[in-house]
């Protein structure tokens, strides 16, 4: 396998933690078997950061030799989870509206219909729908959304 190399500074290089945590975590957290692969790569990644020094805390990363690798400390660790928080609550909402959406624009034109559409006037449609559920959601949440026998 060929190396790459390439020049990071200490902020990119803390951003790089950033976004390899949070791409490590949506890639994994939801599998039963974990991708060792992923797992590597972050594990390289934080020995890199550990190696060079280039978290603001040098605690920020810490070694297991219990476990044999490098690991983020709590307080980072939750510091990200934040980020990964607040995509998961708009990922939510967003694909709720647009779920319910949908169904209401099959109900109101039929299937058949939408399907007969240009995709970009099919959208507008559901944009349509989905609207209303947004601000719905926005004021209220789900206080008034149940499940009707």
Avoid: P
């Avoid at 949506?26 to 599998?31: A, D, F, R």
């Avoid at 060792?36 to 934080?46: T, V």
């Amino acid at each position: 396998m060929s190396t790459i190399t390439f020049s990071l500074n200490k902020k990119n290089a803390r951003e790089l933690v950033r976004h390899v945590f949070i791409g490590n975590w949506i890639l994994n957290s939801t599998k039963i078997e974990r991708d060792e692969e992923l797992d590597a790569f972050y594990e390289s990644i934080l020995s890199m950061a550990k190696n060079y020094n280039v978290m603001e805390d040098a605690d920020d990363i810490e070694y297991s030799e219990k476990i044999n690798e490098y690991t983020l400390s709590e307080d980072k660790m939750n510091e990200y989870m934040d980020d990964i928080d607040e995509h998961t609550n708009e990922i939510f909402w967003d694909d709720l509206c647009e779920k319910l959406a949908f169904r209401d624009a099959i109900e109101k034109y039929g299937k058949d219909e939408l399907e007969s559409l240009e995709h970009f006037e099919c959208k507008k449609k559901i944009w349509a729908e989905e609207e209303k559920y947004a601000k719905e959601f926005e004021a209220r949440g789900v206080e008034r959304l149940r499940i009707v026998q």
